[in-house]
């Protein structure tokens, strides 16, 4: 008796979409689905693994480089794949997710690379995750354009020369996407997001002189990247194209993966193309790890953690000098100024912190940066122009000056500054503000002229979190006052009234501002800490 054929792969409690077929073929979900088959056990062991190492972290209060991996550390013989030419010279990223017009201004955007986000700068709505795969999809086929109905503005891709190169986020390894099920089962919204954009564009990326590239998110460990690179030797196997084809980045943003930089890009040395440091999830993942650490591992206000903070520094140098010595990119961090249309000094003080930043990054041997806003790309070319001239990249540059000691990556109390009053204030505004955004399916948000997206969210409220579980007293009009349950809540009441009186009552009413609210106080008081806000929020997420 011959086996059953494998189920096929459900598509669950979804409204129909326009040219979804387009992306939903028979032969794209066949192949999420083996994908799933084969990748699925091995996520949910590695993400078993997370927890365990987390409670490790909580029993030792501390972080090492691997004794088990140490002779990889130790072999300089090792290098990772040459790059290829379409991602030979990154000196400027600009990042944001794939709707049609963010889609057509950031190829258009004179940087050399966009990040072509389905993770932390899209809500995983249906739409945004189909629409977003069609999107890309039209712009390879140049069979995209987009007209504003608001403003009757019209957009259309410039030639294919002078437009960036894209590389796609997918969604990380915890995340699931609940409308794709095999056996009632939900597959993974990394498999899904990187399995509808490889089976479609590989070939055809490739007759465009360019390739399936990819930035990796959320990655913990090396075992992850093995992972990783197992699903991309499968997937060029599964449709023909030549193995080393895929490039993969992947973003140091959590503490664990900063101790295994070396391991991480030696499971995906042949597909690698670089590391990428990425600040708000970094100190995210510091919060969430150390957590019940004490008073040493208590971050001041996120504004007030800069990269040139000791242990930032510690992490960035690290990175440079770890990608150069095995021949990959090291990219910098986010520039997530929004320039004012109205304040022309605002503009111009912050356009002096993104140059120093820039320039920082470029002297510090980074090969390109990120920016949020086409309006940054010039400055921030600037910077590494500067540096680098006519060079696509300086990984020649092998900082050999470096030495970084396991200690001074969790050095958090090196920083000298604190958590303030306005600092907690701050976290409630933005956290309630960005919530009730994606919960309307907006995953990247200008607040208070910076474009937040979910890893915004959750550095506010794992602050929140560990300023009310450290006993963190803040100096507030000539009184002290302590972080707790209570002052939280006050604070979300007025920032809710706050917001009430600036929107007026008809948009108020129209929104999701209570249940941002209710959401944010929710991750931010429960004694058990969510390990991610997207967890809870997906739920209540409609579409």
């Not at 004794?67 to 000196?91: C, H, Q, Y």
Request: aromatic share 8%; proline share 5%; glycine share 6%.
């Amino acid at each position: 008796m011959s086996a059953p054929a494998p189920s096929p792969l459900a598509i669950v409690d979804a409204e129909p979409l326009p040219r979804q077929e387009e992306v939903l073929t028979e032969a794209a979900l066949a192949f999420v689905a083996e994908l799933h088959r084969r990748f699925t056990p091995r996520r949910d062991e590695l993400l078993a693994r997370r927890a365990e190492r987390r409670a490790e972290i909580a029993r030792t209060s501390t972080l090492d480089f691997l004794p088990e991996t140490a002779a990889i550390r130790a072999d300089d013989s090792w290098k990772v794949a040459p790059s290829p030419e379409a991602l030979n010279d990154r000196r400027v990223e600009i990042t944001g997710p794939t709707d049609r017009k963010m889609t057509i201004n950031a190829l258009n955007s004179g940087a050399r690379i966009w990040l072509a986000d389905f993770e932390d700068a899209s809500a995983p709505t249906w739409e945004n995750v189909i629409l977003g795969q069609l999107n890309l999809a039209d712009a390879y086929t140049r069979n995209i354009d987009f007209t504003d109905a608001r403003t009757g503005k019209s957009y259309a891709l410039k030639g294919n020369e002078e437009l960036a190169t894209v590389v796609m986020r997918p969604r990380g390894w915890h995340l699931n996407e609940r409308h794709l099920q095999v056996d009632g089962q939900q597959v993974p919204g990394a498999l899904v997001d990187f399995g509808l954009y490889f089976f479609h564009n590989a070939q055809r990326l490739l007759d465009l002189g360019k390739g399936p590239y990819f930035y990796l998110p959320k990655t913990e460990s090396h075992l992850e990247a093995r992972l990783w690179n197992d699903v991309f030797v499968f997937a060029q196997d599964y449709v023909g194209i030549p193995q080393g084809t895929v490039r993969a980045t992947v973003l140091i943003e959590t503490i664990t993966a900063a101790y295994e930089m070396e391991e991480i890009l030696y499971e995906l040395r042949d597909h690698a193309s670089g590391l990428n440091a990425g600040r708000w999830d970094y100190l995210f993942s510091i919060v969430k790890n150390f957590r019940d650490g004490g008073a040493k591992f208590v971050l001041p206000d996120r504004n007030a953690v800069t990269m040139t903070a000791p242990f930032m520094r510690a992490y960035t140098e690290l990175l440079v000098r770890t990608c150069h010595k095995r021949g990959a990119h090291a990219i910098g961090g986010m520039a997530a100024f929004i320039p004012s249309r109205r304040d022309e000094e605002v503009n111009k003080v912050a356009f002096e912190k993104v140059e120093a930043d820039k320039d920082r990054e470029a002297n510090d041997g980074f090969d390109g940066s990120w920016v949020a806003h086409p309006d940054l790309v010039p400055i921030a070319m600037a910077s590494f122009d500067a540096v680098l001239g006519d060079r696509p990249n300086q990984k020649d540059r092998l900082r050999e000056d470096v030495h970084v000691e396991a200690a001074d990556l969790i050095a958090v109390d090196s920083l000298d500054a604190k958590p303030t009053y306005n600092g907690l204030v701050n976290a409630v505004q933005v956290g309630i503000r960005y919530i009730e955004a994606w919960l309307r399916g907006l995953g990247a948000v200008a607040i208070f002229n910076l474009m937040e997206d979910a890893a915004t969210a959750e550095i506010s409220r794992s602050q929140i979190w560990q300023w009310i579980n450290a006993g963190v007293e803040f100096e507030h009009a000539g009184n002290t006052v302590k972080a707790t349950p209570e002052l939280a809540r006050k604070v979300a009441a007025e920032e809710l009234a706050n917001i009430r009186a600036e929107i007026g009552e008809e948009a108020f009413a129209a929104g999701h501002w209570q249940q941002a609210h209710d959401l944010l106080l929710e991750v931010s008081l429960d004694e058990d800490y969510a390990d991610f806000l997207t967890l809870p929020a997906y739920e209540q997420l409609r579409g």
